[in-house]
T-cell receptor, first 111, second 110 residues
């Protein structure tokens, strides 16, 4: 079974803090994705990566950056957290782009 | 741009059949996927239709009509455990990432 793990299930940070969300997959997938999920808005794509050190902006990249130094790990960085970044963050990986495997999510609260 | 529209809520009773529709507008289209997400859980892949027609997987089936820019997920013999959110999704124009609809919350009652 594909396993995608995220570093924290719940996280509470203060406005202005730098926040790192980590995602690791164990299936040697080329593609990895970060989404945020908010009630009534569904899943919105923040960034994705189709290879090590490669990254592409999704629909809502503002306020975020990513890092992919190793194939199995994809990090989402909030340079200066703001309250409007309070959300559920979901990481996913895939070998075929139409079939994604999601991690359990990190519920981030920014105070 | 790209958008997928689906109803926000659907309710049904155990044993019934329910259909969740999805209409899409995309600049390029590769196929339609469906995902299930239980409350507090991660989305999980259900099905993918690249070609027109019906794909059946147990109690769940998915249908696609490219000419109508429309698809649906059909759930038969509903069970309480089918209560969840269901998302349709399609690859973006470049074919590099999935774009999701806003989701349909299915509530199954006894």
């Amino acid at each position: 079974d594909v396993k995608v793990t995220q570093s924290s299930r719940y996280l509470v940070k203060r406005t202005g803090e730098k926040v790192f969300l980590e995602c690791v997959q164990d299936m040697d997938h080329e593609n990895m994705f970060w989404y945020r999920q908010d009630p009534g808005l569904g899943l919105r794509l923040i960034y994705f990566s189709y290879d090590v050190k490669m990254k592409e902006k999704g629909d809502i990249p503002e306020g975020y950056s990513v890092s992919r130094e190793k194939k199995e790990r994809f990090s989402l960085i909030l340079e200066s957290a703001s309250t409007n970044q309070t959300s559920m963050y979901l990481c996913a990986s895939s070998s075929k782009r139409d079939t994604q495997y999601f991690g359990p999510g990190t519920r981030l609260t920014v105070l | 741009g790209q958008s997928l529209e689906q109803p926000s809520e659907v309710t049904a009773v155990e044993g019934a059949i329910v259909q969740i529709n999805c209409t899409y507008q995309t600049s390029g289209f590769y196929g339609l996927s469906w995902y299930q997400q239980h409350d507090g859980g991660a989305p999980t892949f259900l099905s993918y239709n690249a070609l027109d027609g019906l794909e059946e997987t147990g109690r769940f089936s998915s249908f696609l009509s490219r000419s109508d820019s429309y698809g649906y997920l059909l759930l038969q013999e509903l069970q309480m455990k089918d209560s969840a959110s269901y998302f349709c999704a399609a690859l973006n124009q470049a074919g590099t990432a999935l774009i999701f609809g806003k989701g349909t919350t299915l509530s199954v009652s006894s």
